[in-house]
T-cell receptor, first 113, second 110 residues
Framework: EPEVTQTPSHQVTQMGQEVILRCVPI?????FYWYRQILGQKVEFLVS????????KSEIFDDQFSVERPDGSNFTLKIRSTKLEDSAMYFC???????????FGSGTRLTVV | GEDVEQSLFLSVREGDSSVINCTYT??????LYWYKQEPGAGLQLLTY?????DMKQDQRLTVLLNKKDKHLSLRIADTQTGDSAIYFC??????????FGKGNQVVVIP
């Protein structure tokens, strides 16, 4: 069964450093997303991406965050200058139509120290 | 913003049925979903229901939707130990985003 692949599974970074989280969505999917889950809290929407541009973003997705689809297969989330409160599990997802459910990756656990 | 509420913990004996409940706020939501998260894993889509339906059955899973009360439930028949996980309901809203509940941990006792 096709799956969304995320790397790395766990990343530890120092506060103020830049991190790039990588995702390979399912190949025929057109919609891509990033969500995050801070430990013990809800899964929160960050951003959706369609047709090579951001289609929607949440209040969390400020100027420190950016997304890119550099080569037609990868979908990346960059955090420019990490803060302690960015520590969370980051999930990538993709969808064929944007409606009938998304396929999520296994997540990247980001720990900012 | 949208608010999806779930109760937090359910313990059930193997072979019994389990029912997980959820309330949502956006009456214009077109799709509602149930996701399962096993320890250390991602979110697995279990099933979804379109808002013009009252019920959807998929093998051991039954989803009931009460649009008037904005209430969604998931019934798992013949619960097995592999069903132990956290279950999230989610509603589709806005252009293209999901709002998740806090999740309901289901523990199946052999």
């Amino acid at each position: 069964e096709p799956e969304v692949t995320q790397t790395p599974s766990h990343q530890v970074t120092q506060m103020g450093q830049e991190v790039i989280l990588r995702c390979v969505p399912i190949s025929n999917h057109l919609y891509f997303y990033w969500y995050r889950q801070i430990l013990g809290q809800k899964v929160e929407f960050l951003v959706s991406f369609y047709n090579n541009e951001i289609s929607e973003k949440s209040e969390i997705f400020d100027d420190q965050f950016s997304v890119e689809r550099p080569d037609g297969s990868n979908f990346t989330l960059k955090i420019r200058s990490t803060k302690l409160e960015d520590s969370a599990m980051y999930f990538c997802a993709s969808s064929e139509t944007g409606r009938e459910g998304y396929t999520f990756g296994s997540g990247t656990r980001l720990t900012v120290v | 913003g949208e608010d999806v509420e779930q109760s937090l913990f359910l313990s059930v004996r193997e072979g019994d049925s389990s029912v997980i409940n959820c309330t949502y706020t956006d009456s214009s939501s077109t799709y509602l979903y149930w996701y399962k998260q096993e320890p250390g894993a991602g979110l697995q889509l279990l099933t979804y229901i379109f808002s013009n339906m009252d019920m959807k059955q998929d093998q051991r899973l039954t989803v009931l939707l009460n649009k008037k009360d904005k209430h969604l439930s998931l019934r798992i028949a013949d619960t097995q130990t592999g069903d132990s996980a956290i279950y999230f309901c989610a509603e589709h809203y806005g252009n293209n985003r999901l709002a998740f509940g806090k999740g309901n941990q289901v523990v199946v006792i052999p």
